[in-house]
């Protein structure tokens, strides 16, 4: 008999792939965006039932805000009449096809060439005790340490803010000190670059005005 | 047994598996039905008390009685009577609307609403899924719920529900930024954010409340309650449905139930949006008074209903005040609403998370500044007190002449 983790993998997993399947029949722009909602929406139902409890709800926040943005485009957009159902021609659909065949082809590929085992294997989590954002971030400082582990110092145990206070003085954290490896700085690299990308953005999109004319 | 199934899901799931002989996962979704529906039914008899509650305040504050005559003398049964007419009322889809749209906005607002209860502490562990980053979860899927009010705007095929579909995106996608800002002060005080741990941390006396821990979670309390309520969509934050300037904008079309619904999920939020407020700033299921968890004096089962009712009378206070806001402040314009948001709300809530870091590194140097909560408490406390005695020592016998009593009543008039 399927146990309850394979029917709710299951259903949520049809959900997605219905939905997904649905973003590219429906000829609506908006109404492609509701279906891309619950696409992603269900993305974040797996990540819940696994136990993923911070990577499910970023899911959410990042995506729905996102879609919202999208769907107030579409609607100005379509406002006008001619946009309001969208034409896809046949050349489209090739280009789209190949694409979307080599990226599922990739993805196949690395998840069967994946070292999985057993034990290794998604289990559905008590929430309480999953990995928190906390530990997410004591592992990028490097202070617990990671897999598959990384090229790049960590603070380490050593660090003069996880020092505890005592009244002689100082003394080390309790555990012992060893080389930590951590991720903070790709991170940290990311992040600035996801911030440049907002303001290249936002300046894009800013209201234009020409030279020499006062608005 | 409901209350028992919510706070000890462990038990209840082993003992059905167990000594019933279910099967383990059968158990599992027996106690989650269960707990969704306690949720559930508390989401839409609260919503049935404060509507109730919305009209008798803005009566009182309009200066007129409310409803007087449904249910007794203070009209306690309006409610059930509005809801009796909004069911038999003719449900009307117009015909330029998006079918599918239009039908599928109040669910996903409902939906965003409710989902946000599942992770809400009524009391300690009374929680249908203690979660590690309950508030993180909360956030997320209660900026879903107004992905409904859009697409009920959108798919009206009413320009006027359209603008207030438009606007609410707008301002939600804005506000939504400073709520999460302020969120994330007492975040980095508690080290945590699991709102269970959050609501433990503050056992005990009101000082010890994180509202009082310092100046930044202060000042965090007012601009999370300020973007909350904006993003309930109340006044004077509710450009989504101007009746001056959009007919009802996003609602103008929609009738009967599915209105209903609508206005179900904007009641779940403010009760939810207060929930959150009141577990990260005002010691969440505490009376404030006691150096100790209600349990221990009471036993577990007394000790956590009266846990829960505290925690749900101070969650209803907060939504008072919010009701009490709406009907005192006019509603600001729309641009009004972005700037308040941009040009204000913003840029505090950035220097108040610069703040708290800032204080959490310095305290950690210099312990005296751990006192600061009985500082700010104690300045807090001086205020209200002093207001009730400005309240009540005002003569409100000073009426000018030829004006009835009422809302003139304490103000001295120049008026012969």
């Known amino acids: 008999m399927m146990d309850l983790q394979q029917f709710l993998f299951l259903a949520i997993a049809a959900f997605t792939g219905l939905s997904a399947v649905a973003v590219l029949v429906s000829q609506n722009i908006v109404r492609s965006a509701v279906w891309l909602l619950f696409t992603l929406a269900g993305t974040a139902g797996v990540f819940f039932l696994l136990g993923a409890d911070f990577v499910a709800a970023t899911q959410l926040i990042i995506y729905v805000g996102g879609i919202l943005v999208l769907v107030v485009f579409g609607v100005m957009l379509t406002a006008q009449g001619p946009f309001v159902t969208m034409k896809v021609g046949a050349a489209e659909w090739v280009v789209a096809s190949v694409v979307g065949v080599l990226l599922l082809g990739a993805i196949v590929i690395t998840a069967l060439r994946g070292p999985w085992t057993d034990d290794a294997a998604p289990q559905m989590e008590d929430p309480e005790r999953s990995a928190s954002s906390a530990e997410l971030g004591m592992s990028f400082l490097g202070v617990s340490q990671v897999t598959p582990p990384a090229k790049l110092r960590g603070i380490g145990l050593h660090h003069p803010f996880l020092l505890e206070k005592t009244e002689q003085g100082t003394k080390p954290a309790s555990a012992p000190e060893r080389k930590q490896m951590a991720y903070l700085l790709p991170f940290e690299i990311v992040s600035v670059h996801l911030l440049v990308v907002l303001i290249g953005a936002a300046y894009l999109a800013r209201a234009k005005r020409r030279r020499g004319v006062v608005t | 047994v409901f209350f028992l199934a919510v706070r000890d899901q462990k038990t209840v799931t082993d003992f059905l598996s167990s000594r019933l002989g279910l099967a383990h996962s059968l158990a599992v979704l027996i106690v989650a039905l269960i707990a969704a529906v306690v949720l559930i039914t508390f989401m839409l008899l609260s919503a049935i008390f404060f509507v109730w509650l919305e009209r008798k305040v803005s009566a009182r504050i309009q200066d007129r009685l409310g409803p007087t005559r449904v249910g007794g003398k203070f009209g306690w049964l309006q409610t059930l009577a509005d809801g009796l007419k909004l069911l038999v009322k003719e449900d009307i889809i117009p015909t330029n609307a998006d079918h599918m749209l239009f039908r599928l906005g109040p669910y996903i607002a409902l939906a965003g609403s409710f989902l946000a209860f599942l992770a809400l502490p009524f009391g300690n562990n009374v929680v249908a899924q203690n979660m590690n980053v309950a508030v993180f979860y909360m956030l997320a899927v209660m900026s879903s719920e107004v992905f409904g009010v859009i697409l009920g705007g959108y798919g009206s095929g009413s320009k006027w529900a359209l603008f207030g579909g438009m606007r609410e995106a707008a301002q939600v996608v804005s506000y939504e930024v400073p709520r999460a800002l302020s969120v994330l002060v007492p975040v980095i005080v508690a080290g945590t954010m699991n709102l269970n741990t959050v609501g433990v941390m503050q056992t005990g006396a009101m000082w010890h409340w994180l509202v009082f821990h310092d100046p930044f979670t202060f000042g965090a309390f007012w601009t999370f309650f ?51 407020a009141v577990l990260l700033f005002l010691g969440g299921w505490h009376p404030g008074f006691l150096p100790h968890d209600l349990t221990e004096y009471l036993g577990p089962v007394a000790g956590n209903v009266l846990n829960v009712l505290i925690f749900i009378v101070k969650g209803w206070i907060l939504v008072f005040v919010m009701m009490w806001v709406r009907w005192t402040l006019p509603r600001l314009r729309i641009d009004q609403v972005m700037m308040t948001c941009l040009r204000y709300l913003l840029p505090i809530s950035c220097v108040l998370l610069l703040g708290v870091s800032l204080w959490q590194l310095v305290a950690w140097e210099y312990p005296v500044l751990a006192y600061c909560n009985y500082l700010l408490f104690g300045l807090s406390a001086a205020f209200v007190l002093y207001t009730l005695w400005r309240l009540l020592t005002t003569s409100s016998k000073e009426t000018p002449t030829q004006l009835m009593p009422g809302a003139w009543g304490a103000l001295q008039s120049k008026v012969p």
Do not use: N, Q
């Open chain 2, 226 to 276: 300020t973007c909350g309520t904006a993003s309930c969509k109340r006044a004077p934050f509710d450009l989504a449905e101007a009746e001056s300037e959009l007919v009802a904008g996003f609602h103008t079309e929609y009738s009967g139930f599915r209105w209903l619904i609508f206005f179900m999920a904007e009641y779940g939020s403010m009760f939810a949006i207060s929930g959150i």
